[in-house]
């Protein structure tokens, strides 16, 4: 026979003369098998189940009907959607020339995407047994791709700050995204998506449902940085789809980078007192003042320590005397503000003599600043031993 069976490269199960068609070219024409066909492209059956119906030869004892699949393009996603108010639809994707099931779905589509040389038969059935009922088959080609096609933020902006962010994705793909999906945003310290990146926001495309082919949306979300971030130059990354909730034929033009400079402020103690002389043992009051000299706020909240070192240098050798949490008075610190905090301080038994009070702004860096290495204010100090107090004794008694 030399009838044209455009096919592909499909081996026929019985005798037949292929036609080598280009790949991505439809293909068309059913195989004679005697069976009803689908068209992948936007094809549609009702039909019913009923108990005429043959037994699904792999499903115990559920009816079911066969639909050879025509129209698919080799390579591109079909998604084939059963649905029934009468039961429990159970689909599968059998290979007809070896009545293998190469997939199936319950109450949900079935996606798939045709190879070279599988003849695709679509079986209707039902989940549970002996289920009768009016379904319809629906099936359809290609796949929708979104992408970020726009998306602003402000140049620049102090960390932890709240700031305005649009975003317009585009569904450039050959079908609509019938799921619901989300859009996230990340701050990242370069232009690739990765687990090391910063949670910032996330917003359900929902209401977009569905987004046919060519359709846009732009969404407008005000979100806030995180703390901690490292000054300067950083990128938000706008990721559509973020949790893959859409099946697309491109999942990695997703992510769009949008390049801002992130700022942060700069404490300083810029004055400290302290008695010229404390005493080993007992109790000294001190003050300090802390100056945010940064062009941005300071949000987040830390700690002030006071060290007696033997030097104006701190280091792991310094005696930590004190620790304050300084946010209650000091958080947010406007730039150009300053905070004063005076304090008791418990001087401990410790070297004696010539030494320094250190006083340490931000001294866990919970703040990130500016320039990190001018948080420390000496005062020289002198410690002293205790005076050796005389208390009266019992005169011996003299007989
Ligand atoms: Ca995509
Ligand atoms: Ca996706
Ligand atoms: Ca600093
Ligand atoms: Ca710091």
Redesign the pocket.
Same mark, same amino acid.
């Given at each position: 026979m030399s009838e044209a069976l455009a096919i592909g490269t499909r081996h026929l199960p019985t005798q037949g003369i292929l036609e080598i068609t280009k790949a991505d070219e439809p293909i068309h024409e059913a195989l004679e098998l005697d069976l009803s066909t689908i068209s992948a492209q936007n094809g549609t059956v009702n039909g019913s189940l009923s108990t005429n119906d043959e037994i699904n030869p792999t499903r115990n004892s559920a009816y079911s009907d066969d639909y050879q699949l025509i129209d698919f393009t080799l390579g591109k996603l079909v998604t084939l959607d059963l649905s029934s108010s009468n039961f429990n639809t159970y689909l599968q994707l059998i290979n007809v020339d070896t009545g293998q099931v190469i997939s199936s779905a319950n109450n949900s589509p079935l996606r798939f995407t045709p190879v070279d040389g599988i003849n695709y038969v679509v079986r209707t059935t039902s989940y549970y047994g002996r289920e009768t009922g009016t379904y319809t088959l629906i099936a359809t080609s290609g796949a929708p791709d979104l992408v970020i096609t726009a998306a602003t933020a402000p140049s620049t902006a102090p960390e932890h700050s709240t700031i305005s962010l649009t975003w317009t994705v585009t569904n450039q793909g050959e079908a609509a995204a019938t799921n619901y999906w989300y859009d996230y945003v990340y701050l990242s310290d370069n232009t690739i998506f990765d687990n090391s990146d910063r949670y910032i926001g996330n917003l359900q495309a929902g209401s977009q449902i569905p987004l046919a082919p060519g359709a846009t949306y732009t969404s407008t979300q005000d979100m806030a940085l995180p703390q901690q971030v490292g000054a300067g130059k950083q990128y938000l990354l706008f990721v559509g789809d973020r949790n893959n909730n859409i099946i697309e034929s491109s999942e990695t033009n997703n992510v769009r980078a949008v390049a801002i400079d992130i700022t942060v402020p700069?404490?300083?103690v810029t004055g400290a007192t302290a008695p010229i002389a404390l005493t080993a043992g007992s109790t000294a009051e001190v003050s300090w003042t802390v100056l945010n000299q940064g062009n941005v706020q300071a949000t987040h909240r830390w700690y002030d320590h006071i060290y007696l070192s033997n030097d104006q240098t701190l280091d792991g050798s310094d005696t930590q005397v004190s620790g304050f949490d300084s946010g209650i008075s000091g958080t947010p610190l406007l730039a150009g503000d300053t905070y004063t905090l005076t304090k008791t301080l418990n001087i401990p038994n410790t070297a004696l003599g010539n030494r320094y009070l250190l006083f340490v702004?931000d001294a866990d860096n919970n703040q990130y &600043?500016t !320039? &990190?290495n !001018? !948080?420390v204010k000496a005062i020289p100090v002198e410690v002293k031993a205790p005076d050796l107090i005389i208390t009266a004794g019992s005169a011996p008694v003299i007989a």
């Open positions: 700069d404490l300083v702004a &600043e !320039n &990190e !001018n !948080n």
